[in-house]
């Protein structure tokens, strides 16, 4: 098994290497992943949080003149700080999608804006730019055509649960769309998330997914056909299948989800109800 340790950087296969940031925590499960992609031309996948061992650890495996790409999956703030440290060390291109939410407050000039369809091309390999937004408008999944791998950022993750959360431009209706787009790419062989380790069965774990967010539809409509709720009441209800409960930090991330639930039933006008403090029913 190749090393979750952070800053132990490990082979996944012959074009993918692994760096671990050492940021772990409740969102983050073990940290952050950044991806090294190719051996003579490197493309990093998320350089991950600004810190100092971190970029070195990105740098010294990818010897340094090598890194031409820095790509960056969103702009949530464990993903793309490292960004402007690993361009100032190597000279690397630093590529996103071109708009960034204002919420974010990301202070970097992109050298190169992409867009759904685009391509990195290295020596050894090609990446493919796939817009997916949901979890943050401006969300890309790379696919590694060479190795079948798909980048999924935070878009599907091993281990901890992917937040919608629509004070931050997550959107339940794009996100789901996004999954079955991800899901009608026959070609994909492993996903390798933005936390936690390699998955080996995509399918499994797409259908996972979107079998999980219909499951949570169904029992807000089983919450809300009892009567009229606000979220909070429903995030207590429905998280009674965790033994001890939710730790306090996921209560306010699954209340999050469950808005981001509500307001795309609302866009189906199968519920209606406004904000995160006044209650919601069924229409
Ligand atoms: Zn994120």
């Known amino acids: ?3 979750m ?3 132990v950087p490990s082979a996944l296969s012959p074009l993918i290497r692994r760096v671990v940031a050492n940021n772990p925590g409740l969102m983050t499960g073990p940290g952050t992943n950044t991806y090294l992609v190719g051996i003579d031309e490197v493309a990093v996948i998320d350089p991950g949080p600004d810190m100092a061992k971190h970029v070195e650890s990105i740098v010294g495996a990818a010897m340094r003149d090598r890194v031409k790409w820095v790509l960056l999956t969103h702009t949530h703030p464990d993903h793309w700080p490292a960004a402007e440290r690993i361009r100032k060390r190597t000279g690397a291109v630093v590529a996103a999608f071109a708009k960034f939410p204002k919420a974010d407050e990301v202070k970097l000039a992109l050298d190169l804006e ?3 369809g685009d391509t990195i091309d290295g ?3 090609r990446l493919e730019a796939l817009h997916t937004p949901g979890h943050a ?4 999944c790379f696919f590694l055509d060479e190795e079948r791998a798909l980048f ?3 878009h599907v993750l ?3 649960t992917t937040v919608i959360n ?7 209706v794009q996100y789901l769309a996004s999954l079955e787009r991800l899901r009608k790419l026959k070609r994909v062989a492993r996903i390798c998330p933005g936390h936690g380790d390699v998955m080996d069965d995509p399918t499994a774990v797409l259908d996972e997914y979107v079998a999980h967010r219909k499951q949570r539809e169904r029992q807000i409509m089983r919450q809300l056909a009892k009567g009229p709720a606000k979220i909070s009441d429903m995030v207590v209800a429905l998280y009674v299948d965790t033994p001890e409960g939710l730790p306090d930090g996921l209560v306010e991330m699954a209340g999050r989800q469950v808005h981001a639930h509500l307001l795309k039933l609302k866009g189906e006008g199968k519920v209606a109800g406004t904000g995160a403090k006044s209650a919601w029913s069924r229409v």
């Open 158 to 160: 091993n281990g901890t």
């Open 137 to 140: 408008p401006n969300h890309l």
């Open 5 to 7: 340790t952070p800053e």
């Open 114 to 116: 992409l867009a759904d």
């Open 166 to 172: 629509p004070q931050r431009g997550g959107d339940m």
């Open 1 to 3: 098994m190749p090393s």
């Open 152 to 154: 999924t950022g935070d």
């Open 123 to 125: 020596t050894e390999f």
